[in-house]
Nanobody, 124 residues
Framework: QVQLVESGGGLVQAGGSLRLSCAASGRTLSRYPMGWFRQAPGKEREFVAAIRWSGGGAYYADSVKDRFTISRDNAKNTVSLEMNSLKPEDTAVYYC?????????????????WGQGTQVTVSS
């Protein structure tokens, strides 16, 4: 069984930065693609970013491209999301997820393991 635990959320002013981390335990995830998703109140969960196991391929939603950076440390079994130039519309609960064999990295249905989420609130 895989456990994912997110940390690093909080309250920040618009234009500020936050770094989210996701620690995995129970199984090494070095060969699993990892992703970040978010869900705002009253909205569906949406894709934010994903990274392949080798770290060579990173993918982003258009809404966060050039502001967010996903990275992973396979030796430490962690994945991070650096968020800069935050906007009020980035406010959501952010979830870390791992996929065994995803056909599409941007689809939440393709992910097998999920963390409990961490709240990010951006004030205007």
């Amino acid at each position: 069984q895989v456990q994912l635990v997110e940390s690093g959320g909080g309250l920040v002013q618009a234009g500020g930065s936050l770094r989210l981390s996701c620690a995995a335990s129970g199984r090494t995830l070095s060969r699993y693609p990892m992703g970040w998703f978010r869900q705002a109140p009253g909205k569906e969960r949406e894709f934010v970013a994903a990274i392949r196991w080798s770290g060579g391929g990173a993918y982003y939603a258009d809404s966060v491209k050039d502001r967010f950076t996903i990275s992973r440390d396979n030796a430490k079994n962690t994945v991070s999301l650096e968020m800069n130039s935050l906007k009020p519309e980035d406010t959501a609960v952010y979830y870390c997820a791992a996929a065994q064999a995803p056909r599409r990295l941007s689809s939440a249905n393709e992910y097998d393991y999920w963390g409990q989420g961490t709240q990010v609130t951006v004030s205007s």
